[in-house]
């Protein structure tokens, strides 16, 4: 009869559960920034200053401006309660992503989870009870 060794099993899953959650992360911040990057810039345009800015259309991710917005996506693991969460640390980045009464919205960060949410489930469907 085979011994089983549950401490290695629950480190083994703990492990893969851990990876399942950083590769979805980093899926989700990547396709953010490459939707950001990558955004036509077909909008509204005005100057701000002695720099005009050509936004993007309704719907679309935002246009680069500053680049502040791109360069604020980050990544948080949380390896003791196997979270992982994707945020946009600037104060404008709520209203670009819903809009508001005076903008139409700019959605990056949940258009990009729903990109990448079937490659995530099936990363994790594909590692997590290997071992």
Do not use: C
Not at 16 to 35: A, T
Not at 52 to 71: C, F, K
Not at 101 to 118: D, G, H, N
Request: glycine residues 6%; proline residues 4%.
């Amino acid at each position: 009869m085979r011994k089983i060794n549950l401490n290695k099993i629950l480190k083994k899953s703990e492990n893969n559960l851990q990876d399942i959650i950083q590769y979805g992360v980093n899926e989700v911040r990547n396709e953010i920034l490459l939707s950001i990057q990558q955004t036509p810039k077909t909008g509204k345009s005005y100057n701000r200053g002695k720099k005009t800015h050509i936004a993007s259309e309704e719907g679309n991710p935002p246009a680069v401006d500053t680049g502040r917005l791109w360069n604020s996506i980050e990544t948080v693991y949380k390896n003791s309660v196997f979270t992982g969460e994707v945020s946009a640390n600037t104060n404008y980045a709520v209203h670009l992503e819903f809009g508001t009464s005076k903008m139409k919205a700019r959605p990056f960060m949940q258009p990009a989870l729903e990109k990448k949410r079937k490659k995530i489930l099936e990363r994790a469907k594909n590692i997590y009870f290997k071992f």
